[in-house]
């Protein structure tokens, strides 16, 4: 079929690159902005614009924030000696709701993936490193909170070799049973995981 539209095509283009959107979502959504009103579009175009020139990467944390350092580096409150290992933002944006944790963070970017090319070298590790080195802001505890899978793991792995010349403990959060679940929908690894993960009622 012929195409009618370049700049459509190439909007639909663009937005099949977006995580989780195939063509046929992004044909939807091209759709869609193209029968809403023009400011409403504009300012979608515009509030993408702002994301790209107002967003900056924390120098401390390497989270995204409009301000560097962030809100959480610079809050005197959260110098609790606590640094917890994150892959991406958004994991620091759920912990965070929990209102659970009151240290602070450090954002890898990803995690080890040999078949991705990814290596240490690609993450924020030695950042990492320097803020346990770092004597002015003595660190306790280094907590992993990484995705329990296959890559996840080998990471946390790699991170607890990496940390273990240093005077520092680390832990990592529990893996368990969602509350609200039955046991029987619950599959091997993770109820074998949950019995190792128990603590003290």
Same mark, same amino acid.
């Given at each position: 079929?012929?195409?009618?539209?370049?700049?459509? /095509? &190439? +909007?639909? *283009?663009?937005?099949?690159?977006?995580?989780?959107? $195939?063509?046929?979502?992004?044909?939807?959504?091209?759709?869609?902005?193209?029968?809403?009103?023009?400011?409403?579009?504009?300012?979608?175009?515009?509030?993408?614009?702002?994301?790209?020139?107002?967003?900056?990467?924390?120098?401390?944390?390497?989270?995204?924030?409009?301000?560097?350092?962030?809100?959480?580096?610079?809050?005197?409150?959260?110098?609790?000696?606590?640094?917890?290992?994150?892959?991406?933002?958004?994991?620091?944006?759920?912990? /965070? &709701? +929990?209102? *659970?944790?009151?240290?602070?963070?450090?954002?890898? $970017?990803?995690?080890?993936?040999?078949?991705?090319?990814?290596?240490?070298?690609?993450?924020?590790?030695?950042?990492?490193?320097?803020?346990?080195?770092?004597?002015?802001?003595?660190?306790?505890?280094?907590?992993?909170?990484?995705?329990?899978?296959?890559?996840?793991?080998?990471?946390?792995?790699?991170?607890?070799?990496?940390?273990?010349?240093?005077?520092?403990?680390?832990?990592?959060?529990?893996?368990?049973?969602?509350?609200?679940?039955?046991?029987?929908?619950?599959?091997?690894?993770?109820?074998?995981?949950?019995?190792?993960?128990?603590?003290?009622?």
């Amino acid at each position: 079929m012929k195409v009618t539209s370049e700049s459509l /095509e &190439r +909007t639909i *283009e663009e937005l099949a690159k977006l995580p989780g959107t $195939g063509r046929k979502s992004a044909q939807r959504i091209a759709m869609y902005l193209l029968k809403q009103p023009d400011d409403s579009v504009y300012r979608l175009a515009e509030t993408l614009q702002n994301l790209k020139r107002s967003v900056k990467t924390c120098c401390i944390c390497r989270t995204f924030s409009d301000e560097d350092p962030c809100a959480i580096c610079e809050n005197p409150k959260r110098q609790n000696g606590q640094i917890c290992v994150v892959e991406e933002f958004q994991d620091m944006y759920f912990i /965070e &709701r +929990t209102d *659970e944790f009151r240290g602070r963070y450090h954002v890898l $970017g990803g995690v080890l993936s040999p078949m991705n090319n990814i290596g240490p070298d690609q993450l924020h590790v030695k950042s990492l490193i320097q803020r346990v080195n770092n004597p002015e802001e003595p660190v306790t505890e280094i907590i992993l909170a990484l995705n329990p899978d296959a890559e996840g793991e080998a990471t946390s792995f790699y991170l607890h070799k990496l940390l273990q010349p240093f005077e520092v403990q680390v832990t990592r959060i529990a893996y368990g049973i969602p509350v609200g679940t039955d046991l029987e929908y619950i599959d091997d690894a993770t109820l074998s995981r949950a019995f190792r993960s128990r603590s003290t009622f």
